[in-house]
């Protein structure tokens, strides 16, 4: 029995189907958070989110907020930081900045390599760790 056109022209498009999908799933988010530890803090209502992150080479990070302060230390790579209100600014591997809670802001990894940092987010317990800002 010898197929058809129609039937090879089919398993050509389920081939690449399969294959889109699994370079899709290859792909890494533009960032991973993996929150490494959180506890309470004496605030009241608030709580200590300590994270691993790690920015894509080459990505960019939404404009988003976080319910508390962000603390952050770069470890490795440098990035473009974006605060609403101030001027852009580059922090390398070995520096840190600050965020106050609810502040817009987004951030780019520039350089050939990914962006690698520890944040601590002392936050409102309950929210999420960051929402989306227009």
């Known amino acids: ?10 398993l050509c498009a389920v081939v690449a189907l399969f294959g889109a999908a699994a370079v899709q799933a290859q792909t890494p988010p533009p960032i991973q958070r993996t929150v490494v530890g959180k506890g309470d803090v004496s605030v009241p209502g608030r709580e200590a989110i300590v994270a691993r992150v790690e920015i894509a080479a080459g990505a960019s990070v939404a404009r988003h907020t ?3 302060d962000e603390i952050s230390y770069i470890a490795e790579g440098e990035t473009e930081l974006l605060i609403d209100g101030e001027p852009a600014r580059v922090v390398k591997a070995g520096e840190s900045f600050v965020i106050p809670a609810g502040v817009v802001h ?6 050939t390599g990914p962006v690698k940092l520890i944040g601590v987010y002392v936050v409102e317990k309950g929210k999420p760790l960051a929402t989306p800002a227009p």
Do not use: D, E, L, Y
């Open 1 to 10: 029995m010898q197929p058809t056109i129609r039937s090879i022209a089919h």
């Open 66 to 68: 976080h319910p508390g």
């Open 106 to 111: 987004a951030a780019r990894a520039i350089g």
